[in-house]
């Protein structure tokens, strides 16, 4: 378990020399009062200080220096000028009680480690780590959560290689919580099956409807309801034909269109009009595939409402597809995924000024 990080040096915990300053600084302060003012019961703060940042066996070893120090510097005195037996039980009881706190600190320090470790796991389940190159795409992916402690929440990405060639998702599932990275989990299950399997995307986009309405059936049954209403993902589907071109096949589904970057500039691929999953018994009929040409070097860029509905302190919106044309027409190797990747996180975090609403995702993805 790590802690202390800010006091150490070259690797090693220099957390005892503070509590030895201190320590040393009492008893020398002791020393240099007149009689009528001693301050060697301030020993007591030293163990409650090395409470907060050092570990049991430190506060103890503390605690005990305290009591040695406190007798050594009391019986140095006249005996009209010592403190005695009083402020010898304060000493002692408050290095007690110092262990004892710190004992229940480093309790919590290890249940919220092994929950951030179980958050973690959830993390890489959901969101599963990317080979370099993974179905011939040049790819980079940052997720930001709303919520720090969370690490996961509703925002999924996946690349899935198979026989018909490699796809994309993209999604964003309504609310957070668990009940949204439940949701999420099991679109990206069902996206790694179809994805492999089905000959056409418009059959993958259906299976991923289908697998919407049984997980929000499956929950009903349960009694657990969706907390704003009926729950819905919105997501972009992409998918790479298998034999070597210059296009791509898009299903937009309530979601932000990807964006087309290139040295050359900045375009949006067609809106397409898709429906949400979960929400298709809506329409009157289920979202269209597009085909769209991509010159080589362009990289298709998506990303979440988190960046997006990115504002300042004014309330202005992150203008997103304004800030990459300039920046890509400043510097063209701004088109690589993974330095794309970065300036729109940097850039989102800038406008918004660190603070998020929501979680945001930001992917890139090329033919190599």
């Excluded at 605690?63 to 402020?87: E, F, K, N, R």
């Excluded at 998918?239 to 898009?250: E, I, N, S, T």
């Excluded at 932000?256 to 009929?285: D, I, M, N, Y």
């Excluded at 510097?331 to 603070?355: K, N, Q, S, Y």
Aim: hydrophobic share 45%; aromatic share 8%; charged share 20%.
């Amino acid at each position: 378990m790590r802690r202390n990080e800010l006091l150490r040096f070259h690797g090693r915990s220099v957390t005892w020399v503070p509590l030895f300053l201190l320590l040393a600084g009492i008893a020398g302060a002791d020393f240099s009062t007149g009689g009528e003012f001693r301050v060697s019961s301030w020993i007591v703060l030293v163990p409650g200080v090395a409470a907060a940042i050092c570990g049991v066996w430190g506060t103890a070893v503390f605690a005990v220096l305290g009591v040695i120090t406190y007798v050594l510097v009391d019986s140095a005195w006249p005996h009209q000028y010592q403190s005695g037996l009083p402020d010898f039980i304060l000493v002692l009881l408050g290095g007690v009680l110092a262990t004892l706190a710190c004992a229940v600190r480093v309790r919590g320090e290890r249940r919220a480690l092994h929950m951030r470790d179980v958050a973690d796991t959830t993390r890489r389940t959901v969101l599963r780590p990317l080979p370099p190159g993974w179905g011939g795409l040049e790819h980079a992916g940052v997720y930001l959560t709303a919520d720090t402690d969370a690490r996961v929440g509703g925002d999924f990405y996946d690349i899935q290689p198979g026989p018909y060639g490699t796809r994309v998702l993209l999604g964003d599932v309504q609310g957070k919580g668990l009940s949204a990275v439940e949701t999420a989990a099991a679109l990206l299950g069902t996206f790694r099956e179809a994805g492999y399997h089905e000959r056409d995307l418009a059959t993958v986009a259906d299976r991923l409807e289908i697998r919407m309405v049984r997980h929000r059936a499956h929950t009903a049954a349960l009694g657990r309801p969706p907390v704003d209403g009926d729950r819905f993902a919105t997501a972009v589907l992409l998918g790479f034909p298998a034999r070597p071109g210059d296009a791509v096949d898009a299903v937009v589904l309530g979601h932000e269109p990807p964006l087309v970057v290139s040295p050359g500039g900045v375009r949006h691929l067609p809106a397409g009009g898709g429906l949400p999953f979960g929400l298709w018994e809506l329409g009157a009929q289920p979202p269209s595939v597009q085909r769209v040409g991509l010159a080589p070097g362009e990289t298709l860029l998506l990303v979440t409402d988190g960046v997006t509905e990115a504002r300042n302190r004014e309330g202005v919106f992150y203008r997103l597809d304004e800030e990459v044309a300039r920046a890509v027409a400043a510097d063209p190797r701004l088109a690589e995924p993974r330095r794309l990747v970065a300036f729109v996180r940097d850039g989102t975090l800038r406008h918004a000024a660190g603070r998020l609403s929501d979680d945001t995702t930001v992917f890139a993805v090329r033919r190599l």
